[in-house]
Each structure stands twice: as structure tokens, then as C-alpha cells.
């Protein structure tokens, strides 16, 4: 079972910028899609941004602009770099694979925007 470790929430004031990580465990990850997602409270977990194992990225159509998606295989890493933060980002990111594997979510990190 993969486990998936994220890293790289804060506080930050709105207009700021956060990069966040995913350490991912295993040996497949290069050849697994990954992707993150967010959940406010209240509401459905939502993509954010997927990449392929080649290296082809998707963003939510609304965060286009904001959010990048990057991996490193030789790390076994997965980046999340968030630009010109605004309070509505406020909530706990999570990566997964992509389509999400019910059984490798993690604790998530929490990004918090203050205005």
C-alpha cells in the first residue's frame, strides 16, 4: 500500500505563496499518475491538478494561472506551487494518485489565507 506524506501548508496573507509536497513511498510512483485535491468543510473533495507519468499537467479550470503541479520520480515527490493566494484557497490539500485510490489518502496539509 502506498502510503503519501504532504508537507508545506502554512499561514500565509493573501497574495502570498505556498509550495507543497507529497513524499510518496514505493516503487511504482513513476508510473503512477498523481494528482491533488482539497477539501473545505463541509463540501466534496475536489481536483485540483493532475500530472500524467509523463509529465502532462491539468488544472482545475478555475485555478488555472495560480496552481502548478510538478513531480520528481527520482524522488518520489509531487510539488503543488500556489501563487497570489486569496482566502478561498483556505482549506487542507491532499495528493493521491490519479483517479484517487481510496485506501492511500493521508493526513493532508493545511493552507490557511488570511485577507
Known amino acids: 500500500q502506498v502510503q503519501l506524506v504532504e508537507s508545506g501548508g502554512g499561514l500565509v496573507q493573501a497574495g502570498g505563496s505556498l509550495r507543497l509536497s507529497c513524499s510518496a513511498s514505493?516503487?511504482?510512483?513513476?508510473?503512477?499518475?498523481m494528482a491533488w485535491y482539497r477539501q473545505a468543510p463541509g463540501k466534496l473533495r475536489e481536483l485540483v491538478a493532475r500530472?500524467?507519468?509523463?509529465?502532462?499537467?491539468s488544472v482545475a479550470n478555475d485555478l488555472r494561472g495560480r496552481f502548478t503541479i510538478a513531480r520528481d520520480n527520482a524522488e518520489n515527490t509531487v510539488h503543488l506551487q500556489i501563487n497570489s493566494l486569496k482566502p478561498e484557497d483556505t482549506t487542507v490539500y491532499y495528493c493521491n494518485a490519479y483517479p484517487p485510490n481510496t485506501n492511500s489518502w493521508g493526513q493532508g496539509t493545511q493552507v490557511t489565507v488570511s485577507s
Open positions: 500530472i500524467s507519468i509523463t509529465g502532462v499537467t
Open positions: 514505493g516503487s511504482m510512483f513513476s508510473f503512477t499518475a
